[in-house]
Each structure stands twice: as structure tokens, then as C-alpha cells.
């Protein structure tokens, strides 16, 4: 059997995120974004990026698609910690690694999927993986979905984000004082 080409197992995650609920302005290719963390604020892009609402941030982002391409791995997934997704699927040539990202250490494997599950592992996962899910693991993340979604969600990854905004901007701006939490 022919393994499927990179191209046609992204065509075929971004038909799973379709049927999760995700629509086309939930679904942006190609996207980019602010890498704040940086120690120069610059612009990365993801192939694929998903958001449970509109207009997309760090603070509703879900997931994001990335393709082995020479770096792969953790080293690969870090590279995108700023935008905000607390899930990754890494395109690699055999086949689709789920990465979790945490808010601090390094993005953890959370498990294969294999070219012929890809279908059934969305479908498995709706209730955790639908943009109105993500939403509430994002914005409640002490609520009731905790205990089954926080495998893949570090609460403090939207905090640390959320502080080095206000860095950046804090620096761009002149100010010297930095919040110690920017969440109230």
C-alpha cells in the first residue's frame, strides 16, 4: 500500500475539523501571527490554524496543522507555541502526531494517528475537539470538562501568553511597569 502524500492527509484533517463544526472562518490556512515570546516580536505562520471564534487570537485558538518538513518533533511544534493552540497535528511521512503544548517545557506527544484512522479519531473526539468544546476548556477551564480535557490543556498557557503580550507592548510603548497578571 502507497503511503498518502502530505498533501492529501492536510486536505483530509482540515475535512475533519469541517465536520467537527469548524467553519470557513474558523478555519484559516496559511495563517500568521505575532510570535510574542520571541526576544524580537516577528511574524510566523502556521499552515493551518483553527479558532472558535472570529476574528481569531491567541486567546481562541484550538488547533494548529504543521508539517514535518527537515524539523520535526517538539523542536517543530515549539516554534508555534505563541499563537495559542493547546492541540497540534504534525503532518509527518507516515502519518499525523497529536502534540499537546503546555505553558511551560516542552510540547508533549499525545499519540499517533494513523492515515486510515484519521476519520474515525475526529468523529471520537467531537465532543472534545468542536470549536463550542474548545471554547469552554478555554474561557471555563476550572468547569465541569475539566477532568476530560485538561489531557491535552495546560490552564496556564493563555496567562503566560496574555504576560508577554503585555511585555511587548509595555516596551513598544515606553511603559516600565509589567503586570504580574494581566487576568483579573
Known amino acids: 500500500m502507497a503511503i498518502?502524500?502530505?498533501?492529501?492527509?492536510?486536505?483530509?484533517?482540515?475535512?475533519?475539523?469541517?465536520?467537527?463544526?469548524?467553519?470557513?472562518?474558523?478555519?484559516?490556512?496559511?495563517?500568521?501571527?505575532?510570535?510574542?515570546?520571541?526576544?524580537?516580536?516577528?511574524?510566523?505562520?502556521?499552515p493551518l490554524a483553527t479558532f472558535f471564534q472570529d476574528p481569531p487570537s491567541y486567546q481562541n485558538a484550538c488547533f494548529a496543522v504543521v508539517f514535518s518538513n527537515g524539523l520535526s518533533g517538539a523542536p517543530l511544534v515549539e516554534q508555534y507555541r505563541s499563537l495559542g493552540a493547546p492541540q497540534f497535528l504534525e503532518i509527518t511521512s507516515t502519518g499525523i502526531v497529536r502534540w499537546g503544548m503546555p505553558s511551560q517545557g516542552n510540547p508533549k506527544n499525545l499519540g499517533n494517528i494513523s492515515p486510515a484512522d484519521i476519520e474515525k479519531t475526529f468523529n471520537d473526539n467531537r465532543g472534545k475537539w468542536s470549536?463550542?468544546?474548545?471554547?469552554?476548556?478555554?474561557?471555563?477551564?476550572?468547569?465541569?470538562?475539566?477532568?476530560?480535557?485538561?489531557?491535552?490543556?495546560?490552564?496556564?498557557?493563555?496567562?503566560?501568553?496574555?504576560?508577554?503580550?503585555?511585555?511587548?507592548?509595555?516596551?513598544?510603548?515606553?511603559?516600565?511597569?509589567?503586570?504580574?497578571?494581566?487576568?483579573?
Open 4 to 46: 498518502e502524500s502530505d498533501t492529501a492527509l492536510y486536505e483530509r484533517v482540515k475535512k475533519g475539523f469541517s465536520a467537527l463544526g469548524y467553519t470557513s472562518e474558523l478555519i484559516r490556512e496559511n495563517y500568521e501571527f505575532a510570535d510574542v515570546i520571541s526576544p524580537n516580536v516577528r511574524l510566523q505562520t502556521v
Open 131 to 184: 470549536p463550542s468544546a474548545m471554547s469552554r476548556v478555554k474561557t471555563l477551564a476550572l468547569g465541569p470538562q475539566r477532568a476530560y480535557q485538561l489531557d491535552f490543556f495546560d490552564i496556564g498557557l493563555m496567562p503566560m501568553l496574555d504576560r508577554q503580550v503585555q511585555v511587548k507592548l509595555n516596551r513598544h510603548w515606553g511603559r516600565h511597569e509589567v503586570p504580574s497578571s494581566s487576568r483579573g
